[in-house]
Structure formats: C-alpha cells, structure tokens
T-cell receptor, first 110, second 112 residues
Framework: QKEVEQNSGPLSVPEGAIASLNCTYS??????FFWYRQYSGKSPELIMF????GDKEDGRFTAQLNKASQYVSLLIRDSQPSDSATYLC??????????FGPGTSLSVIP | EAGVTQSPTHLIKTRGQQATLRCSPI?????VYWYQQALGLGLQFLLW???????NRGNFPPRFSGRQFPNYSSELNVNALELEDSALYLC???????????FGNGTRLTVT
C-alpha cells in the first residue's frame, strides 16, 4: 500500500464548476497535510496546508481533513482554465518524512 | 524574501560519472528536503536534512548522498550515474518540522 494515494485522473470540469480532488493516506500518525499545484515543467507551489480535522478555506480553495477516515480533499470553486495543472497531496508521516501522492491531473474546460 | 535557489539549472553527465547538485534554502529555514521526479512521475522522497544532520532518507541506493552545511545550504551527490537517474531533482526547505515545504526550480539531470 502506498503511503499517499490519489486518483491520477485526468479530471475534467467545465469553467466555473467545482473541482474535487481526493487523497488518502496510510500512516495514522500523520499530522500535517499539504496541497501543491504543479504546472508542466515547473516546480510545485503550495496552495494550502491543514493540520486539524475539518475544513480550511482560502479564497476559492477549501481543504478538508478527516483523520478518522485518513482522508484529505481539496475543493476548487469557480474553476478557471488557469487552474489546469497537476495537484499533489502530501503528508508528513510519523517518521517526519514528507511523502507525496502521484498527483491528480485537472483540466478546466473553457 | 528570496526563495529556494538550486544550481545548476541543467546538468548533463555520462553514465558512471558523478553529479553534484546544490540548494540554498529560504533565509531562516533549517530543514532541506530532496526529491526526485522522473518524467511523468510523482515526487520520490530522497533525503531530509535538519540542523546539519541527515534525519531520514527514502528508498534510494547509497550512491545517492548529501550533506547540509552550517549555513543550512545543502548538496546532493549522485555517484556512478545510471541512465535511469535522469530526472528533475527538487530541493525544498521549511522553517520547522511541521511547516510547509517551499520548492526551488529544480535541477534537470540528464545522463547519457
């Protein structure tokens, strides 16, 4: 079992819709979770981080964490074509390694 | 605030040679992480340094090594290069253990 798993996609949504990205993790000791966006040929850029159960909102982005279910999600509201990228979920394990999932490719169709 | 800087941007080596990649973290950041991203694949954890010490390493052979200097900059060394070592090598830094990672622009290593 991989430590952090994501649906590889591609996920396609129309412009203005909500994009929902999901991530599960195997290490119950993981405490910190991060979402990054990576454009082709570029390095990952931080979108959000979440440490506590529940929701955390920042502009058009909402991160959700459910530690009991070992589940993290990212919602993107009012999706724009510029949101088209690969989204990486990462978790800091109980051994303090920061492990990334394989990424979900998102395509926002104008 | 200057971001994470990596050098060189591109590096071309032949099989069997050694490669040295360098990383300068954001000022005030003491932790440095190294990742390998082969073309079309995800980020694979290589090494984590904090306060000058290697704290953890991923499932890579010993020919991947590195160090962190007193000024918290770091270098990654890859010995006996193999063709499959061709990848984008990303360095990231963070202020504390639980804080988010901030990435540099990467070094693209090509082994021929």
């Amino acid at each position: 079992q991989k430590e952090v798993e994501q649906n590889s996609g591609p996920l396609s949504v129309p412009e203005g819709a909500i994009a929902s990205l999901n991530c599960t993790y195997s290490d119950r000791g993981s405490q910190s979770f991060f979402w990054y966006r990576q454009y082709s040929g570029k390095s990952p850029e931080l979108i959000m981080f979440i440490y506590s159960n529940g929701d955390k909102e920042d502009g058009r982005f909402t991160a959700q964490l459910n530690k009991a279910s070992q589940y993290v999600s990212l919602l993107i509201r009012d999706s724009q074509p510029s949101d088209s990228a690969t989204y990486l979920c990462a978790g800091k394990t109980s051994y303090d390694k920061v492990i990334f999932g394989p990424g979900t490719s998102l395509s926002v169709i104008p | 605030e200057a971001g994470v800087t990596q050098s060189p941007t591109h590096l071309i080596k032949t099989r069997g040679q050694q490669a040295t990649l360098r990383c300068s973290p954001i000022s005030g950041h003491t932790s440095v992480y190294w990742y390998q991203q082969a073309l079309g694949l995800g980020l694979q954890f290589l090494l984590w340094y904090d306060e000058g010490e290697e704290r953890n390493r991923g499932n890579f052979p010993p020919r991947f090594s590195g160090r962190q200097f007193p000024n918290y900059s770091s270098e990654l060394n890859v010995n006996a290069l193999e063709l499959e070592d061709s990848a984008l090598y990303l360095c990231a830094s963070s202020r504390q253990k639980s804080r988010p990672l901030h990435f540099g622009n990467g070094t693209r290593l090509t082994v021929t």
